[in-house]
């Protein structure tokens, strides 16, 4: 049914257009049994001057930038090209390197792989959950070994990532995802009811009716990689729709993911922009779910699309989305102003501030301000900034020209503002790359929209507030912004720690105490958050995989009762 619908749309079985990749699954019914191996963090790599890892990285870095590759759609386990508009993947640090080219899916593009996606379903869905969980692990073991130089390669140059930014994503967190999501799987398995005499109860978590829209972000490929396998590791099919700024890595997974064994149909990658997707996904009867990382406001009109919609489906969806943040560092005036500095730094400044958890606001007391605020402008200004094919780089470009315009309009601005002084950087080139310089400001107003509103760039502004007023500032940190996505808070002073443990506990999802509030690491730190950022459902965790799941429990008598009649029915 797969092979025909795909061949029909792409004009034959033998169309110059796709590429078959269909494998044979029958063996599946002999799969391992559980339990899964149990889950490990992937070690990073260091990259040393000398390595083999050094030597190899630069090899498929040099491969990957030497010529402009295809980037089809992938439905039905064939390369499908598109029927939109073309569009271009470049580097952003570099805008003649040309990495792919693409088309736009169209409505009708989306509508197959939706097709395609539910042909699959009844037999992805009878498949056992240990085969399903074989894929992943196969997958991660392959992203660890003969992948990793692969795929880190694209990440770095597609998305312009730091070697080490690199490696921590689309290494060892999306092989972290592949290893502990199996091992998560197994646990919901296990948790089963009680069973008195007579009686056998237990819990079945079947894959949801319908199909599962992913939509994942530029800023990690591991989340580009975690958002429609997750669904898929428990029996769900999925229509899959990356980021096109990362579509490079993203067709790399999909190739990863059809080695590692996934049956066609079973995840379904259009390309392109979100309209076609929402217009045509949105409003089908078998939409199920909706897996998301991105914007606040593209994640709300989903939801207004799906509350529109919601007397034509056959279930109700599951709405789960990780969305944006102004994340907070909150210093205490027993702080450690060295680790306060390096996490202002490193938090707000890896990968370019585009990271959902990375500070971009700041409150230190003002005694404490005043003797950070040269050492903190001097590390900021010693970022090396550039081609993240050199591995001595720490600072790469912003990913396209709208965001390289929404942060030169700020840093524009904030020269003009009489509540702004700028204490780092402010520098925006757009002559060969994306290029924002790392930036702090400081400003004298609490409330200042850059205190509020999100950026999502290398800019970070602090508050130096009065010495004595910790209460009153953890009250401002709460009601500041409308997002809850992560924060920190740095204090020696336990007493403060959980003062302001207890004052943000609904301002931040991912809460750390004297460190940066980026990094979380799948098995450690499961991660998401409330408020504006989203429905905190814990990407990395059980809790995540089983909103992708519907129950059924299931209670079997041995010895079912035979007379209608209670005892209190009998007379004295």
């Known amino acids: 049914m797969v092979r025909a619908l795909v061949a029909g749309a792409a004009g034959g079985d033998d169309g110059e257009r796709v590429h ?15 339990p899964v191996p149990p889950p490990r ?56 390197l040309v990495l792919g080219e693409g088309r736009r899916a169209t409505e009708a593009d989306v509508g197959l792989a939706i097709e395609v996606a539910l042909a699959a379903r009844e037999e992805w869905a009878a498949t056992p959950w240990e085969a399903r969980a074989a894929v992943l692990l196969r997958a991660a073991d392959l992203l660890a070994g003969p992948w990793r130089d692969r795929l880190n390669a694209a990440t770095m140059l597609g998305q312009s990532k730091s070697l080490h930014q690199a490696e921590i994503d689309s290494a060892c967190e999306l092989i972290d995802f592949w290893r502990y999501n199996p091992h998560f799987a197994e646990r919901l398995m296990a948790d089963q009811p009680v069973s008195p005499a007579g009686t056998w ?20 490929t591991s989340i580009a990689g975690n958002l429609p396998t997750a669904p898929a590791l428990m029996g769900n099919v999925v229509v899959w729709k990356p980021a096109p700024t990362a579509q490079l890595a993203a067709s790399l997974i999909m190739e990863l993911l059809a080695e590692a064994g996934l049956p066609p149909g079973v995840i379904n990658m259009v390309t392109g922009d979100g309209a076609p997707v929402s217009a045509v996904a949105l409003r089908h009867p078998a939409l199920a779910g909706i897996h998301f990382t991105g914007s606040t406001g593209v994640f709300r009109s989903m939801w207004r699309h799906v509350a529109a919609n919601v007397d034509t489906y056959h279930t109700y969806p599951r709405l789960v989305g990780e969305t944006g943040g102004k994340d907070f560092i909150v210093a205490h005036v027993s702080a450690d102003p060295e680790a306060l500095i390096t996490a202002m730094v490193r938090g707000g400044f890896e990968y370019q501030g585009q990271k959902c958890s990375a500070p971009s606001r700041a409150y230190v007391p003002r005694g404490l301000w005043d003797r950070m605020r040269e050492p903190l402008a001097a590390a900021t200004e010693s970022l090396p900034m550039g081609d993240v094919a050199d591995f001595t780089t720490f600072v790469g470009a912003v990913i396209d020209d709208r965001a390289f315009a929404t942060h030169a309009a700020a840093l524009a601005a904030a020269r003009e503002d009489p509540h702004l002084r700028l204490v780092a950087g402010g520098e925006a080139d757009a002559s060969r790359g994306w290029f924002v310089r790392p930036t702090v400001l400081e400003t004298d107003d609490p409330r200042h929209d850059l205190m509020q509103r999100e950026l999502f760039g290398p800019i970070l502004t602090v508050h130096p507030y009065p010495d004595g007023e910790w209460e009153r500032t953890l009250r401002l940190v709460d009601t500041t912004s409308p997002y809850a996505l992560t924060g920190a808070v740095f204090a020696t002073d336990r007493r403060a720690i959980e003062e302001a443990s207890g004052a ?55 010895d079912p009762p035979r007379d209608w009649r209670y005892p209190h029915l009998l007379p004295d």
Do not use: C
């Open 504 to 558: 943000l506990r609904h301002a931040a999802g991912n809460f750390y105490v004297n460190d940066k509030p980026t990094g979380a690491v799948v098995g450690q730190q499961p991660f998401g958050g409330a408020r504006a950022s989203g429905t905190n459902d814990k990407a990395g965790s059980a809790a995540n995989l089983l909103r992708w799941a519907s129950l059924r429990a299931i209670k079997e008598t041995f």
């Open 201 to 220: 109860n237990r819990v079945e978590l079947r894959p949801l009716e319908g199909f599962v829209l992913a939509v994942t972000p530029f800023n990690f």
């Open 20 to 34: 078959l990749r269909f494998t044979l699954h029958r063996e599946w019914k002999n799969a391992p049994v559980s």
């Open 41 to 96: 963090n992937e070690p990073v790599h260091t990259y040393a001057p000398g390595s083999p890892e050094r030597r190899s990285l630069r090899a498929a870095l040099a491969d990957i930038a030497a010529s402009p590759r295809p980037l089809p759609m992938v439905v039905g386990g064939r390369e499908v090209e598109a029927r939109g508009e073309a569009f271009t993947v470049r580097a952003p640090h570099d805008h003649g």
